[in-house]
């Protein structure tokens, strides 16, 4: 019994480092970026970003596809650098942000894509719809800490939606054909985070 006992006390102590390969990373929104762009009457780009965020990053070193993240995003902090622009988009015509107030992004699935960037698949909420969408993403770059004593990593990542698959369908004709605001969106992400004290 005591030998059974034993073993059962190994098995445990071996289990222990399994549960903390993964370390707790907060997005530093002061040095991050949520950015998207969009064709305005089909001949060029229109650009904004979300200035208020947050998100969480769990990084496994030893399998880096047994990480995870996590992202909240308040629609209400869209900025087009157009006032007009902005509250438009903020209406029930796109976000409706007095029903909407945030969208969320929730990974499912990384796999590595070449040497050692990613493919992260997750749940994207937008306008209360959730779809699938994947993410590619840039290697993460190696620790670096700051005069502060705060150590960070950083990465960037990109994808591509059609707003349409999530209830933002407002358009509006044009007299030369086409119309006002293009369906697909690209989406840009430059994060920078900072490791979680005492992870």
Not at 82 to 108: C, G, W
Request: glycine letters at 6%.
């Amino acid at each position: 019994m005591l030998h059974f006992f034993r073993a059962v006390a190994v098995c445990m102590m071996l289990a222990v480092p399994t549960l903390s390969l993964a370390t707790s990373w907060n997005i530093d929104p002061d040095h991050s970026n949520v950015a998207f762009r969009v064709k305005h009457l089909m001949v060029s780009n229109v650009r904004g970003n979300f200035e208020k965020f947050a998100g969480n990053v769990e990084i496994n070193d030893k399998d880096i596809t047994k990480s995870k993240v996590k992202v909240t995003i308040d629609t209400n902090s869209i900025s087009t650098n157009v006032q007009k622009r902005d509250e438009h988009l903020r209406s029930a015509d796109f976000f409706d942000v007095a029903n909407y107030p945030t969208m969320t992004f929730i990974s499912k699935k990384m796999v590595k894509s070449g040497s050692s960037a990613l493919k992260v698949t997750g749940d994207l909420t937008i306008h209360g719809i959730t779809k699938e969408v994947v993410l590619n993403v840039e290697p993460l770059s190696k620790e670096s800490k700051d005069p502060w004593g705060n150590i960070r990593r950083g990465t960037s990542a990109e994808t591509r939606i059609n707003r349409k698959d999530f209830g933002l369908v407002w358009n509006k004709a044009v007299e030369t054909g086409g119309v006002l605001v293009g369906d697909e969106i690209t989406i840009s992400l430059d994060i920078e985070m900072i490791k979680a004290q005492g992870k």
